[in-house]
């Protein structure tokens, strides 16, 4: 009996070790060659109807054709339902956005807006319009597409709590960006670079430049934070469970609403930003800001904009905004994480996006190890063999012109070298679940520090145009 034992043994081992090295084999290629989710990408601001929003300065409405045809065309429509289809979108923001003069009625912008957002997704049953983040992440995990609406600046649209009950607990808004371009009631606004920040907002620019100058990062900041209105708003916002985006918001106005959004469990989240080291505006997120977002398990999303990334160095500016994107990419992603590290488009927001590269330029911007973040490779070093070119369709004259390029978006990020794999693969779940995360209202503790640092001697971008 022990010897047909010790046969059977042996033959099993005869057979087990073979299946277990295929085994192990299967699972390291299936591992290595795991697809993509059908609808793998995040937009955390896009301005889907913003011809609702602009009125007649803006050229084309949603549900017509496009009418940008080049990277710099800031006011002709970038986005409608073929090209949204096409973008492979998993995740989008909508941004909501509404002004005086452009718009008389800023609240009826907003509500017709709404409707638009409502009409698609009826008529598009591959997406949802998600109301909270339960309902998301089902809907994603079961292959729909999530749209989410956000509202950029609450001035003239959150003005009452008859308007917080209409807009936020009945038509769903579940994001809010805080402040925008212009000082308010609510708030101080980010100063915007150079003599744009004078043209958009004179007070407080004179205030902060000339008057009582305020210093971070080594770039005038705003001396104009929160006020009493706009604490009551971002406290009722809170107790409605809305996501306030920190984005446009002063250094100082930020310092009030963070331990307010840690108080409610919010991580912090900056839906459409660039670094300030290369950006020299406090429009731009400082460091300080950044090391607070990967502490509270945030989210940033970096803008695809020439002239937010004009000041990003790289070993050779003619290749184009794609390169300092990616450079802007891997920094944020080794502080965050790649899966943190989102695109916040601003597709029919009134700006430039990314030119197309000079293909005839050698760039060798990345080697293997800044890939991953390695450290002791230095940026700069030259390549035989590695152009400007991205292999994509924005190497064509156009550039990235429209929603639809946001898969090209991404594969250029990758082909220049920037580690965006990770985000590919779950950037919309870790958005998904940070915002479960803000949903929940567990309290977060992070300590916060005033950032007031004395002016560089001179910072030969304080006055440029652009």
Known sequence: MINIIMRMTQILKFFCIPLFFIAWISNTFAANMRPYPPYPYVDLHAHL?????????????????????????????????????ASKLGVVVVSLYATRPLTPDPQKAIRKQIQMAEKFVARHPSW???????????????????????????????????????????????????????????????????????????ISWIRSHVIKPHYCEGVNVSDSGLKPRGLALAEALLARKVWIDLTHASDHTQEALIPLMQQAGQPLLYTHTVLRKYHRAERALADWQLRLVKKSGGIIGLMPVEDMLSGTRTSNRKCGGVFSLAKQYNEVANVVGPQSTLIGSDFNGAVVHLKPPNTGEFAGIFTAGERTGSAGDKLGRKSDTTQCKTSTSLDGPAGLWNIGQTPDLWMALQNVGANVQPSIES???????????????????????????????????????F
């Open 49 to 85: 109807f913003m011809k609702e929003g602009m009125g007649f300065l803006f050229c084309g409405g949603f549900h017509g054709p496009l009418h940008a045809n080049s990277w710099d065309d800031k006011l002709s429509s970038q986005a409608n339902p073929a090209s949204l289809e």
């Open 128 to 202: 949802v319009l998600a109301k909270n983040p339960t309902q998301a992440l089902q809907a994603y995990q079961s292959g729909k597409r999530i749209m989410i609406l956000s509202l950029e600046g609450a001035s003239d649209i959150l003005e009452t709590e008859e308007d917080l009950k209409e807009f936020i607990d009945q038509r769903g808004i579940r994001i809010v960006t805080f402040a925008h371009l212009l000082e308010d009631h609510y708030s101080g606004t980010a100063l915007l670079k150079g003599m744009k920040g004078l043209g958009s907002s004179p």
């Open 427 to 465: 950037g919309a779940l870790q958005f998904l679940k940070a915002w479960q995360r803000a949903w929940d209202g567990n309290p977060i503790n992070v300590e916060i520090t005033e950032c007031v640092q004395p002016r560089p001697f001179f910072d030969p971008h304080e006055f440029d145009f």
